[in-house]
C-alpha cells in the first residue's frame, strides 16, 4: 500500500506551508487538514468523518472571530474569557483532527515505530501538517528512487 501513497498526496513545499500556516494565523492548518483527509477518504476505507471535519473547521473560524473580537474588546474580561474558552475546545477538535490525520497516513505507510516514515507523535503534535508535508515528501521521494 506505501507504493500507491504517491497517487494520494501531492508533494508540496515544506517551507510554503510553513509560512502559510503562520500568515492565515492557522488557517492553512486547517485547509491542509481538509485537503489530507479528503484525500485520504477517497483512498482508504479507514475515513475520517465528514461531520467531524466540518465541525472542527467551523469551531476553527468561530475561534478565530471570537478571539480577535476578544483581543479588540480587551476590556471586557468576560468576552475575553468566553473566547479562550471557545479556542480551548476548537483548539481540542484540531488537535484530535491532527491525530486522526496522523494515524491513517501511518496506516496507509504500513510505517511502525521507528520506521523512517512513521509520523512520531511528538514532532506531528508541535508541527502539524508542516511535519505531515515532510513526510509525504519522503514517501513520495522514496517511491520514485
Same mark, same amino acid.
Given at each position: 500500500?506505501?507504493?500507491?501513497?504517491?497517487?494520494? %498526496?501531492?508533494?508540496?513545499?515544506? =517551507?510554503?506551508?510553513?509560512?502559510?500556516?503562520?500568515?492565515?494565523?492557522?488557517?492553512?492548518?486547517?485547509?491542509? =487538514?481538509?485537503?489530507?483527509? $479528503?484525500?485520504?477518504?477517497?483512498?482508504?476505507?479507514?475515513?475520517?468523518? /465528514?461531520? %467531524?471535519?466540518? *465541525? *472542527?473547521?467551523?469551531?476553527?473560524?468561530?475561534?478565530?472571530?471570537?478571539?480577535?473580537? +476578544? =483581543?479588540?474588546? %480587551?476590556?471586557?474580561?468576560?468576552?475575553?474569557?468566553?473566547?479562550?474558552? =471557545?479556542?480551548?475546545?476548537?483548539?481540542?477538535?484540531?488537535? /484530535?483532527?491532527?491525530?486522526?490525520?496522523?494515524? #491513517?497516513?501511518?496506516?496507509? /505507510?504500513? *510505517?511502525?515505530? +521507528?520506521? *523512517?516514515?512513521?509520523?512520531?507523535?511528538?514532532?506531528?503534535?508541535? %508541527?502539524?501538517?508542516?511535519?505531515?508535508?515532510?513526510?509525504? $515528501?519522503?514517501? /513520495?521521494? #522514496?517511491?520514485?528512487?
Amino acid at each position: 500500500m506505501q507504493k500507491g501513497l504517491t497517487e494520494v %498526496f501531492d508533494v508540496d513545499s515544506v =517551507l510554503k506551508t510553513l509560512v502559510l500556516c503562520v500568515l492565515t494565523i492557522g488557517g492553512y492548518l486547517i485547509y491542509k =487538514l481538509y485537503v489530507f483527509s $479528503n484525500q485520504i477518504n477517497k483512498h482508504t476505507e479507514h475515513k475520517i468523518p /465528514t461531520l %467531524f471535519i466540518v *465541525a *472542527a473547521s467551523m469551531l476553527f473560524v468561530v475561534s478565530l472571530v471570537s478571539l480577535i473580537y +476578544g =483581543l479588540v474588546n %480587551f476590556h471586557d474580561i468576560t468576552i475575553l474569557r468566553n473566547s479562550i474558552s =471557545l479556542h480551548v475546545v476548537s483548539s481540542s477538535f484540531d488537535v /484530535t483532527w491532527i491525530i486522526m490525520v496522523r494515524n #491513517r497516513i501511518n496506516l496507509m /505507510t504500513q *510505517a511502525k515505530k +521507528g520506521d *523512517a516514515l512513521w509520523l512520531n507523535p511528538l514532532a506531528t503534535s508541535l %508541527f502539524h501538517v508542516i511535519y505531515m508535508q515532510y513526510k509525504i $515528501n519522503q514517501v /513520495t521521494v #522514496r517511491n520514485t528512487e
